[in-house]
């Protein structure tokens, strides 16, 4: 049986864009099972930054800047915010606590949610205040997680 040879250059435009993809696509890898080793690698990484990419969307939920959402405030008679209640895409109460109401000098506040886990959040600001300026100088921060 006699074989024709078809010169690359006798074929349409996409045929050749088409073999010339086919052979870029070999790499350094010569064997089927090699190049599809390869390509469950990149599966497998694929879902990893899918993985990472969920998780930090969910970090950034909790930062209570996403999403669509309420805010009420409740004041107390010195017109200090008392209570921030945020309800919609994400829920939390955050409420401030007044080392010195009359002067608007705020001890700390505490924010409290329920995470992902279903566990109850709760997020303690301590503020801390020059006291010849009376500006704040620091904030510390503890999170407590425990089941809801």
């Keep these: 049986m006699a074989n024709t ?15 010339k ?8 890898t010569t064997t089927l099972p090699e190049r599809l080793s390869l390509m469950e690698t990149s599966i497998k990484d694929l879902k990893t930054a899918s993985g990472l990419s969920n998780e930090l969307s ?9 999403g669509n ?26 409420d401030y606590i007044y080392a010195d109401a009359v002067n608007g000098t705020l001890n700390y506040s505490e924010k409290k ?4 886990d279903n566990k109850s959040v709760i ?3 301590i503020y801390t205040y020059n006291a010849t300026t009376g500006n704040i100088t620091g ?10």
């Design 5 to 19: 040879k078809i010169i690359q250059e006798d074929l349409d435009l996409s045929t050749r864009n088409l073999l």
């Design 21 to 28: 993809q086919i052979s870029d696509s070999k790499g350094e």
């Design 58 to 66: 969910n970090k950034i939920n909790m930062l209570g800047e996403y």
């Design 69 to 94: 959402f309420s805010e009420v405030f409740g004041y107390d008679t010195y017109g200090n915010v008392i209570k921030q209640t945020v309800t919609g895409d994400m829920n939390f109460t955050i």
């Design 113 to 116: 949610f329920v995470n992902q």
């Design 123 to 125: 997020i303690k600001k």
């Design 139 to 148: 904030i510390a921060t503890t999170t407590t997680v425990a089941t809801a």
